[in-house]
């Protein structure tokens, strides 16, 4: 009897082929939903990881011990020598590429406007590494090192009637903590991945911001990228050792994943995700709890006839188990693959947020891409599978606690 | 029924009331010692040096200057120290400018950016725009008499009459003689205190008093205090008056 119930509870399928197509239906949305929601995570989370190496932390940044601690009082006095720990990082085989950069905040005035920007001093020839420059610049040229030249994000420059040859003054709080103003020529207008450097960024040459703010010699972070492999984490502790054994100085040298509190509740998030998958499955799986309790009154006369002549309950939960299993194997099956060829299409067509995300102020970018994952795919298979047949268990389980005598009064 | 005052008694009371006619007759109201204080701080024209001396949190640093006056609205500062060398703040018809040199233009401070610090010091631009004229703004009331540091001292209260000032109450000390603001409380209209001036040493130039060293302490920053000393003082010496103007600013 045992080998006989799924062919039986597979073909019961087809006795009610309506309710059993509505019931797969519920569990292939639920299954393309939540495929396509990681999809769009996973190509949120690897965005994001690209913006903050490239953009913001580099996959190490290395800053002054206190730098952090005063953060909210632009202390650009405690900055770091760049020159002195060039050469420490040249000697460190795990490091791939490094470059200086000052962020600064700065008023820019236009005639009687002002303006509030985000400042950045860059080593455009060190930048290459980090940002791919000439893929983004859309206007102009990169700023020469020496002069004053800026290059300007492009929702900042049309918001501002801006464009290349206009000359902006920037007002800023110095090293010194005194306040400087230079004027800067835009030469270059670019197009960021990310909405906040559209709408608020300016680049100029490390050497300019530095005259400019009284930095002489001195950046305000030092960005690293690292060899294949190599684990940030215990790179960025081995770097600090060698600063502080080399030059006496401490600094604040942390990996990328510490530095980024959005990354890491990006992470936790996504553990929160699966429990809302999980809901999902189970709210998917109310239609099939629906239809085997509906099959089970319906069949309550068969069900009757089936006791009587020996059959056990627990084979008869099992009946009603296999069925459940059978429809929600096809209708994640089905669910995964329309979300599989979902996520895929617009992973390359992308999916624009740019007016969602403007005015806001996160390292995601404007054109988010989500990404396939066969793995992906086949865990949210076996999870809509398992959370879905164990669904109908609790139905299941009622069948084989009716009577003969009590379901034969159905005949 | 009636005791008959002596003769003696009756020159007594007499003395007495001789000596109070005078302080009766001559005592100051409100609006005339702040009056008296605007026009005994106010010259045609002045040149100082001296140097501002903030101690935050991050530790201490000085800047030079050389300040030009004319009058209660006109003034110029530059800076001389190595980090601001250059720099100038022309303050004229209550507009204020700042002058840098890398700068091709002219900055005018207004609305909220007047609350920035000057050199991250405890003095905002707003401070440096305050005009001698107290009263065109506040409404002055004598609180009390009372002495500080050894001198005695009106106390007033100035109420703003309108929102456009930098401080809407302010509480002063003002020397009864020489009518120097020995100590200012500025607050808001709720009373919550926002900085502190006090003068620790003083200068005459003729007859008048002034501040040599003011200690000013923004109540809104930690551990910060502001220390303007006054090195040398000129006054009423013969400037041109184009000193004042944005062309010259920029010259």
Same mark, same amino acid.
């Given at each position: 009897?045992?080998?006989?119930?799924?062919?039986?509870?597979?073909?019961?399928?087809?006795?009610?082929?309506?309710?059993?197509?509505?019931?797969?239906?519920?569990?292939?949305?639920?299954?393309?939903?939540?495929?396509?929601?990681?999809?769009?995570?996973?190509?949120?989370?690897?965005?994001?990881?690209?913006?903050?190496?490239?953009?913001?932390?580099?996959?190490?940044?290395?800053?002054?011990?206190?730098?952090?601690?005063?953060?909210?009082?632009?202390?650009?006095?405690?900055?770091?020598?760049?020159?002195?720990?060039?050469?420490?990082?040249?000697?460190?085989?795990?490091?791939?590429?490094?470059?200086?950069?000052?962020?600064?905040?700065?008023?820019?005035?236009?005639?009687?406007?002002?303006?509030?920007?985000?400042?950045?001093?860059?080593?455009?020839?060190?930048?290459?590494?980090?940002?791919?420059?000439?893929?983004?610049?859309?206007?102009?040229?990169?700023?020469?090192?020496?002069?004053?030249?800026?290059?300007?994000?492009?929702?900042?420059?049309?918001?501002?009637?801006?464009?290349?040859?206009?000359?902006?003054?920037?007002?800023?709080?110095?090293?010194?903590?005194?306040?400087?103003?230079?004027?800067?020529?835009?030469?270059?207008?670019?197009?960021?991945?990310?909405?906040?450097?559209?709408?608020?960024?300016?680049?100029?040459?490390?050497?300019?911001?530095?005259?400019?703010?009284?930095?002489?010699?001195?950046?305000?972070?030092?960005?690293?990228?690292?060899?294949?492999?190599?684990?940030?984490?215990?790179?960025?502790?081995?770097?600090?050792?060698?600063?502080?054994?080399?030059?006496?100085?401490?600094?604040?040298?942390?990996?990328?994943?510490?530095?980024?509190?959005?990354?890491?509740?990006?992470?936790?998030?996504?553990?929160?995700?699966?429990?809302?998958?999980?809901?999902?499955?189970?709210?998917?799986?109310?239609?099939?709890?629906?239809?085997?309790?509906?099959?089970?009154?319906?069949?309550?006369?068969?069900?009757?006839?089936?006791?009587?002549?020996?059959?056990?309950?627990?084979?008869?939960?099992?009946?009603?188990?296999?069925?459940?299993?059978?429809?929600?194997?096809?209708?994640?099956?089905?669910?995964?693959?329309?979300?599989?060829?979902?996520?895929?299409?617009?992973?390359?067509?992308?999916?624009?947020?740019?007016?969602?995300?403007?005015?806001?102020?996160?390292?995601?970018?404007?054109?988010?891409?989500?990404?396939?994952?066969?793995?992906?795919?086949?865990?949210?298979?076996?999870?809509?599978?398992?959370?879905?047949?164990?669904?109908?268990?609790?139905?299941?389980?009622?069948?084989?606690?009716?009577?003969?005598?009590?379901?034969?009064?159905?005949? | 029924?009636?005791?008959?005052?002596?003769?003696?008694?009756?020159?007594?009371?007499?003395?007495?009331?001789?000596?109070?006619?005078?302080?009766?007759?001559?005592?100051?109201?409100?609006? /005339?010692?702040?009056?008296?204080?605007?026009?005994?701080?106010?010259?045609?024209?002045?040149?100082?040096?001296?140097?501002?001396?903030?101690?935050?949190?991050?530790?201490?640093?000085?800047?030079?200057?050389?300040?030009?006056?004319?009058? /209660?609205?006109?003034?110029?500062?530059?800076?001389?120290?190595?980090?601001?060398?250059?720099?100038?703040?022309?303050?004229?018809?209550?507009?204020?400018?700042?002058?840098?040199?890398?700068?091709?233009?002219?900055?005018?401070?207004?609305?909220?950016?007047?609350?920035?610090?000057?050199?991250?010091?405890?003095?905002?631009?707003?401070?440096?725009?305050?005009?001698?004229?107290?009263?065109?703004?506040?409404?002055?009331?004598?609180?009390?008499?009372?002495?500080?540091?050894?001198?005695?001292?009106?106390?007033?209260?100035?109420?703003?009459?309108?929102?456009?000032?930098?401080?809407?109450?302010?509480?002063?000390?003002?020397?009864?003689?020489?009518?120097?603001?020995?100590?200012?409380?500025?607050?808001?209209?709720?009373?919550?205190?926002?900085?502190?001036?006090?003068?620790?040493?003083?200068?005459?130039?003729?007859?008048?008093?002034?501040?040599?060293?003011?200690?000013?302490?923004?109540?809104?920053?930690?551990?910060?205090?502001?220390?303007?000393?006054?090195?040398?003082?000129?006054?009423?010496?013969?400037?041109?008056?184009?000193?004042?103007?944005?062309?010259?600013?920029?010259?």
């Amino acid at each position: 009897m045992m080998t006989k119930l799924p062919k039986i509870a597979f073909r019961n399928i087809f006795r009610n082929l309506r309710r059993s197509i509505l019931s797969a239906v519920a569990i292939a949305v639920s299954a393309m939903s939540i495929v396509m929601l990681f999809g769009l995570l996973a190509g949120m989370e690897a965005d994001m990881a690209n913006n903050l190496q490239s953009y913001y932390t580099g996959e190490v940044r290395i800053q002054h011990a206190e730098f952090e601690k005063y953060k909210r009082y632009n202390p650009l006095h405690l900055g770091v020598d760049w020159k002195s720990i060039e050469p420490i990082l040249a000697d460190n085989h795990q490091v791939r590429a490094a470059t200086a950069r000052i962020n600064f905040p700065a008023n820019m005035y236009l005639g009687e406007k002002q303006h509030g920007v985000m400042g950045v001093g860059a080593d455009f020839s060190s930048e290459e590494a980090f940002i791919d420059f000439p893929s983004i610049l859309q206007e102009g040229r990169l700023p020469q090192e020496g002069k004053n030249e800026i290059l300007m994000g492009f929702a900042l420059a049309r918001d501002m009637q801006l464009g290349l040859g206009d000359k902006v003054t920037l007002l800023s709080t110095t090293a010194t903590r005194g306040s400087n103003a230079f004027t800067f020529e835009i030469v270059g207008i670019a197009g960021f991945p990310v909405a906040g450097l559209n709408a608020n960024s300016i680049w100029a040459p490390i050497d300019r911001v530095q005259k400019f703010l009284g930095m002489d010699g001195q950046t305000q972070e030092i960005l690293l990228l690292l060899e294949d492999g190599a684990d940030e984490k215990q790179t960025a502790i081995q770097i600090a050792n060698e600063i502080e054994s080399k030059l006496g100085t401490a600094t604040d040298t942390r990996s990328w994943t510490e530095l980024n509190m959005f990354y890491g509740m990006l992470r936790i998030a996504k553990i929160a995700y699966y429990f809302i998958a999980m809901f999902f499955f189970v709210l998917g799986s109310t239609v099939i709890i629906n239809t085997t309790m509906m099959v089970i009154f319906e069949r309550m006369r068969e069900i009757g006839m089936l006791s009587a002549l020996g059959m056990h309950g627990s084979e008869l939960t099992k009946l009603f188990l296999l069925e459940g299993f059978f429809i929600s194997m096809i209708g994640s099956a089905v669910g995964v693959i329309i979300g599989y060829v979902g996520t895929y299409y617009m992973g390359k067509v992308g999916l624009n947020f740019t007016e969602a995300f403007s005015g806001m102020d996160i390292e995601i970018s404007s054109i988010l891409y989500p990404q396939t994952s066969i793995l992906t795919a086949l865990v949210v298979w076996a999870y809509a599978v398992v959370i879905s047949t164990l669904s109908t268990f609790i139905p299941s389980r009622h069948a084989s606690k009716i009577q003969p005598v009590e379901a034969l009064r159905y005949v | 029924m009636y005791k008959k005052i002596s003769r003696l008694q009756k020159l007594m009371i007499l003395t007495i009331l001789l000596f109070c006619i005078p302080s009766i007759l001559f005592a100051l109201s409100a609006d /005339e010692i702040i009056g008296e204080m605007d026009r005994l701080s106010t010259f045609e024209t002045t040149y100082s040096t001296g140097s501002i001396q903030t101690t935050d949190r991050f530790g201490t640093k000085t800047s030079q200057f050389k300040s030009w006056s004319q009058g /209660e609205k006109d003034s110029l500062i530059e800076f001389t120290s190595k980090a601001e060398r250059g720099q100038k703040i022309l303050r004229t018809e209550g507009s204020l400018y700042l002058f840098y040199p890398d700068a091709e233009q002219l900055i005018r401070m207004q609305g909220a950016a007047l609350r920035q610090s000057m050199l991250g010091s405890d003095i905002s631009y707003e401070d440096m725009t305050e005009e001698k004229n107290t009263l065109d703004n506040y409404t002055a009331k004598l609180e009390r008499e009372e002495t500080f540091k050894g001198n005695a001292c009106f106390v007033l209260t100035l109420t703003a009459k309108s929102r456009s000032v930098a401080y809407p109450v302010q509480k002063i000390w003002v020397d009864k003689q020489s009518f120097l603001v020995w100590k200012a409380e500025y607050s808001t209209a709720q009373g919550r205190l926002l900085k502190v001036m006090e003068v620790l040493e003083t200068f005459k130039s003729g007859e008048r008093v002034l501040p040599k060293q003011s200690k000013i302490e923004d109540k809104m920053k930690k551990n910060s205090a502001t220390l303007m000393t006054i090195d040398s003082f000129e006054a009423n010496p013969h400037l041109d008056r184009s000193i004042f103007t944005l062309e010259n600013l920029t010259w």
